[in-house]
């Protein structure tokens, strides 16, 4: 039986997982926390590994099994994660394959709102923390618990945040640690609909909407809409794999579940 690894704590993650599971692959799937392993899906062909690794540890990992691919499933914005899994491909000398999500508007691809006086791009969060601190009003905060710190560093008043994570322990108690109140927390698993971001948008009186490019599975273009019809500004932070030329070998990035199922699925059965 074929062996594929994958990291995950996606979307794609998962359902790449359960697509490789039920057509007979044996799966490792490894995810950083114990919220990111109860969302995986229940099968006897899916080992789970919790708990962040270097590169060094994914080497020995690796090492126990003949895995035939390593998938990177990663989120767009975990850039340090994937370096690490590809300098463990290129010692372990395993195919790396990149799951990369697709950040744009499917829908109207040339819609990228550039222009919009609301809108505001930015390549870092450590950028847009500094423009948060020079503008006015309550802040809805959607890049995650991780971010949470270099924003509080920069921002005088801490009372403007209103901050949406994960509903885990990690999470909360960091946002904790930031100094951010229990009344301005919203520990949700998303991704959410336009109507119920317009209506935490509402509630929260948020002028400024701070958000990553995750694209549709992130739930992205529902926040912007919602953020549009309040008429809120948007800090956006790029999709960091958009701004650097990816340095993955020729045809070893894949845009969707379905094509890197496919791809794994015509290796495997050629080489029987």
């Given at each position: 039986?074929?062996?594929?690894?994958?990291?995950?704590?996606?979307?794609?993650?998962?359902?790449?997982?359960?697509?490789?599971?039920?057509?007979?692959?044996?799966?490792?799937?490894?995810?950083?926390?114990?919220?990111?392993?109860?969302?995986?899906?229940?099968?006897?062909?899916i080992?789970?590994?919790?708990?962040?690794?270097?590169?060094?540890?994914?080497?020995?990992?690796?090492?126990?099994?003949?895995?035939?691919?390593?998938?990177?499933?990663?989120?767009?914005?975990?850039?340090?994660?994937?370096?690490?899994?590809?300098?463990?491909?290129?010692?372990?000398?395993?195919?790396?394959?990149?799951?990369?999500?697709?950040?744009?508007?499917?829908?109207?691809?040339?819609?990228?709102?550039?222009?919009?006086?609301?809108?505001?791009y930015?390549?870092?969060?450590?950028?847009?923390?500094d423009?948060?601190?020079?503008?006015?009003?309550?802040?809805?905060?959607?890049?995650?618990?991780?971010?949470?710190?270099?924003?509080?560093r920069?921002?005088?008043?801490?009372?403007?945040?209103?901050?949406?994570?994960?509903?885990?322990?990690e999470?909360?108690?960091?946002?904790?640690?930031?100094?951010i109140?229990?009344?301005?927390?919203?520990?949700?698993?998303?991704?959410?609909?336009?109507?119920?971001?317009?209506?935490?948008?509402?509630?929260?009186?948020?002028?400024?909407?701070?958000?990553?490019?995750?694209?549709?599975?992130?739930?992205?273009?529902?926040?912007i809409?919602?953020?549009?019809?309040?008429?809120?500004?948007?800090?956006?932070?790029?999709?960091?794999?958009?701004l650097?030329?990816?340095?993955?070998?020729?045809?070893?990035?894949?845009?969707?579940?379905?094509?890197?199922?496919?791809?794994?699925?015509?290796?495997?059965?050629?080489?029987k």
């Open positions: 039986m074929t062996r594929i690894f994958i990291f995950a704590g996606t979307t794609e993650g998962r359902e790449l997982s359960e697509r490789l599971s039920k057509s007979g692959f044996k799966i490792t799937v490894s995810v950083a926390t114990e919220y990111g392993a109860k969302l995986l899906p229940k099968s006897e062909k080992t789970v590994l919790q708990g962040r690794l270097d590169s060094a540890q994914m080497i020995s990992v690796f090492s126990q099994e003949n895995y035939a691919f390593v998938v990177d499933a990663t989120h767009p914005f975990a850039t340090e994660v994937s370096k690490e899994i590809k300098k463990a491909c290129d010692c372990t000398k395993i195919p790396y394959l990149r799951l990369a999500r697709n950040t744009e508007n499917e829908e109207n691809p040339g819609d990228s709102r550039t222009q919009s006086k609301n809108f505001f930015f390549e870092d969060i450590s950028s847009a923390a423009w948060l601190e020079s503008q006015n009003g309550k802040i809805f905060v959607t890049t995650g618990s991780k971010e949470l710190p270099k924003i509080c920069k921002l005088t008043d801490k009372s403007r945040l209103c901050v949406r994570v994960l509903p885990s322990k999470s909360v108690q960091i946002c904790r640690e930031c100094g109140s229990q009344e301005q927390i919203i520990a949700m698993q998303g991704p959410f609909s336009e109507e119920a971001n317009l209506r935490q948008f509402s509630e929260s009186h948020a002028k400024i909407l701070l958000t990553k490019e995750s694209g549709a599975k992130g739930g992205y273009f529902e926040k809409r919602a953020a549009e019809n309040l008429g809120m500004k948007i800090a956006v932070i790029k999709n960091p794999e958009n650097v030329k990816n340095d993955c070998e020729q045809g070893q990035i894949f845009h969707s579940v379905e094509e890197i199922c496919d791809k794994l699925e015509k290796t495997v059965e050629s080489e």
